[in-house]
Every structure is written in structure tokens, then in C-alpha cells.
């Protein structure tokens, strides 16, 4: 009887240390797909940023030579 539950606690704990690294490695998945979409959701936000940027400094610049243009 104390064999067979040496051996139970054996393979017990083996399968309890292999059950904790599968549910380490699928948190771990979880949290790097995570950290994955909020790299890109920022550089989406970035980029429309960038271009917001542009647009106005495209505008501005027309304004002044606007300006530029009937002062003279």
C-alpha cells in the first residue's frame, strides 16, 4: 500500500509541475498577443498622428504664402 502511494505522489506531482508549465505557457501566449495589439494599435496611433502633423504644416504653409502673396 505505502509503494502504491509513493508512486501516486510521485506521478502526481510530475503531473501537477507539467499542468502549472501549460498553464504558464498559455498565460505567457495570452500576454505577448496582448503586448502584440497594443504595439499596434500605437503605431496606428502614431501614424495618424504623423499625418494630422503633415496635413496641418501642408495647410499652414498655404496659409502664410496666402498672406505672403497679398502683401504684396
Known amino acids: 500500500m505505502t509503494g502504491l502511494l509513493?508512486?501516486?505522489?510521485k506521478w502526481g506531482g510530475i503531473l501537477t509541475i507539467i499542468?502549472?508549465?501549460i498553464t504558464l505557457?498559455?498565460?505567457l501566449i495570452k500576454f505577448v498577443a496582448f503586448l502584440?495589439?497594443?504595439v499596434k494599435i500605437l503605431l496606428?496611433?502614431?501614424f495618424?498622428?504623423?499625418?494630422?502633423l503633415i496635413v496641418i504644416s501642408i495647410l499652414n504653409g498655404r496659409k502664410h504664402r496666402r498672406r505672403e502673396?497679398?502683401?504684396f
Open 6 to 9: 509513493a508512486v501516486a505522489s
Open 19 to 21: 499542468a502549472l508549465v
Open 25 to 27: 505557457l498559455t498565460a
Open 36 to 38: 502584440m495589439a497594443a
Open 44 to 46: 496606428i496611433v502614431v
Open 48 to 52: 495618424i498622428g504623423l499625418m494630422a
Open 69 to 71: 502673396a497679398e502683401d
